[in-house]
């Protein structure tokens, strides 16, 4: 200050002490001059800023955590303001869409999609206040995406903020569990062997056509039913796939003579077997 004769406002300074904590400090310091404009001394002011600076360190490094969360985390998390300006874009599935943080930053969502593009209705709605999640697709990846309004204290609207969840690799593996259900079921109908499973209540979860057709009724108007729902006789009017006895060890009955709902006669055997769960 008295070599450059210019005062140093609000200079941050950290104090260290071997036997108590740190301390920040806010110092000024402005030249005090005579009156023929020689420095004669300095003016000093001092705050302890300490609690403040805490503050801002934590924030700086919860700031940090939440950036890091977001850059490696499997979504894409965006802002856009009302002129349709990315704002805000980072998440560690961006490169499913061929795109950088650094290049969607400060451009307008026109730039990168087609006007009829479904990801611009989803914002433009937003921009109207509307909440709402849509399934968008980018080549091969599909991603399930969260829109909202964002508002300012006087509840103007002011941008919008999104979160795309990648859904590709599950909505696949559910793809390949339905394929893998149908071509199940395919086999069951087709077998001519009567197929079924019940509950610990003796009502049917799984039935193949050739058990509902036994009953006289679809496979779907069996499941969730029991035997007494239905119309089926056998010589002793005991229940044909009754569960109350032998039901925790495999059991073989032999031929049984029925009398189907249409009146023709059938003879069958059975042979149950108890299903467990994975904890047994």
């Known amino acids: 200050v008295v070599q450059t004769n210019q005062p140093i406002l609000h200079e941050l300074q950290k104090i260290d002490s071997p036997t108590a904590a740190v301390k920040w400090i806010d110092s000024s310091k402005i030249p005090m001059h005579n009156a023929q404009g020689d ?11 300490t609690e403040q600076m805490t503050a801002l360190q934590a924030l700086v ?18 802002s856009v303001d009302k002129n349709e300006m990315f704002t805000f874009v980072d ?27 479904p990801f611009i209705h989803s914002v433009r709605r937003a921009l109207g206040g509307e909440h709402h999640d849509v399934l968008l697709e980018s ?8 829109f909202a309004p ?34 199940l079921t395919n086999v069951l109908n087709t077998a001519p ?14 039935a193949n056509q050739a058990t509902a057709d036994l009953f006289g009724v679809t496979v ?47 003879w069958i055997q059975i042979i149950k077997r108890p299903l467990y769960s994975a904890k047994g």
Do not use: C, W
């Open 150 to 183: 964002m508002r300012d204290e006087n509840g103007e609207i002011q941008g919008i903020i999104g979160v795309a969840v990648d859904l590709t690799e599950r909505l696949a593996v559910e793809q390949i569990a339905k394929e893998q259900q149908a071509l």
């Open 220 to 266: 779907e108007e069996m499941l969730g039913k029991q035997e007494s729902d239905f119309t089926l006789l056998t010589e002793d009017e005991t229940p044909l796939f009754s569960h109350s006895t032998g039901y925790h060890q495999e059991q073989f009955l032999p031929e049984k003579r029925i009398v189907t709902p249409n009146g023709a006669v059938r």
């Open 193 to 206: 062997n009567i197929i079924y499973v019940k509950d610990g209540e003796g009502r049917f979860t799984l």
């Open 39 to 49: 420095i004669i001394g300095i003016l000093g002011y001092f705050e302890d800023v």
């Open 91 to 117: 998440g560690a599935v961006l490169e499913g869409i061929h795109r950088t943080s650094a290049e969607l930053l400060g451009t307008s969502i026109t730039q990168f999609v087609t006007s009829d593009d």
């Open 139 to 146: 080549e091969e990846t599909r991603f399930e995406t969260h």
């Open 61 to 78: 490094q919860r700031e940090e955590v939440l950036r890091t969360v977001i850059h490696n985390a499997p979504v894409i998390l965006f």
